[in-house]
Every structure is written in C-alpha cells, then in structure tokens.
C-alpha cells in the first residue's frame, strides 16, 4: 500500500542544524553588547558621559544589571570606567557601536523600502540588526540600493 510521495524530511543534518543554532546564540551573546555600547556613545555625545543610572533609565533595567553588564564590557574592552564619573568607549567600543548603527540603518532602509511603516522599521531592525548574516545584510543593502535607484 502506498501513501503518495515521499515527503522531503524537515529536518537538517545534525551540523546544519547546529550551525545555524551556533549562530543564534552568538546573536544574543552580541546583542546585548551592542545595544549597551550604541546607548553609551549615544550618551557620551549628548551630555559627555554616560552614567549607570542613565543607561538603566534607557533600557529599562535594574542598575545592579547594568553593573554587571559593564563589568563584562569592561572585561572585554570595550569600556573603561572612571571613578565618580560615568562609562567611556574604548576605541573597539567606538567601533562596535559605529558597525551596529550601520547594520541598524541598512535593516531599517530595507524594511522601509519593502513597505513597513518607519517607526515599525525603526523597532523592528533593533532586534533583526543582531541577527542577520552578513550575506543577508549585503542582500537588504543592494535591495535598497536598487529601490532607491529605480524610484
């Protein structure tokens, strides 16, 4: 008795599989560096440092979060922190923090160009900035080279 064809499993192989979950977890490991490294220079340019309690009020965390945070930005680098003053960028933070605004802009153009109104583009990129690879990336920013081109 036969039941049709064959259906194409829906599974990965088990490398596959893992490579791609590898590369989700990076993400989030990321995310959360790039999102504390973006609001510190956004704080550092408008009112000279960026303080622990402001970062807070910006998340929307807890301060002993962000406390543990920054030691881990600190441990990697990426901030340098001075006493009875606020949290600066090392130049890798800089740097961190100037690629995610331009993976940020390249989603939220893409976004835009495909229809989505700007302030949901705005919110959405936030998260899809961290997760896109760099072929995907390259993939939205010649989508809208090409949109903004032809219009």
Do not use: C
């Not at 049709?4 to 959360?32: D, M, T």
């Not at 939205?140 to 949109?147: D, K, L, T, Y």
Request: proline fraction near 4%; charged fraction near 30%; aromatic fraction near 6%.
């Amino acid at each position: 008795m036969t039941n049709g064809p064959k259906k194409p499993s829906v599974l990965l192989e088990p490398a596959a599989h893992a490579a791609a979950f590898r590369q989700a977890r990076e993400a989030r490991r990321n995310e959360i560096f790039e999102d504390y490294v973006e609001l510190i220079d956004d704080l550092a340019r408008a009112t000279g440092e960026a303080r622990q309690v402001d970062i807070a009020a910006h998340l929307g965390v807890a301060q002993p979060t962000v406390a543990r945070t920054l030691d881990r930005l600190a441990e990697a680098g990426l901030v340098e922190r001075k006493p009875y003053r606020g949290v600066f960028l090392s130049d890798t933070g800089r740097e961190l923090a100037s690629a995610g605004r331009k993976r940020h802009a390249i989603v939220e153009t893409f976004l835009i160009d495909i229809g989505i109104d700007p302030e949901t583009a705005r919110i959405d990129a936030e998260g899809i900035e961290h997760h896109v690879s760099e072929a995907t990336l390259n993939a939205f920013r010649n989508f809208s080279a090409r949109e903004r081109r032809d219009n």
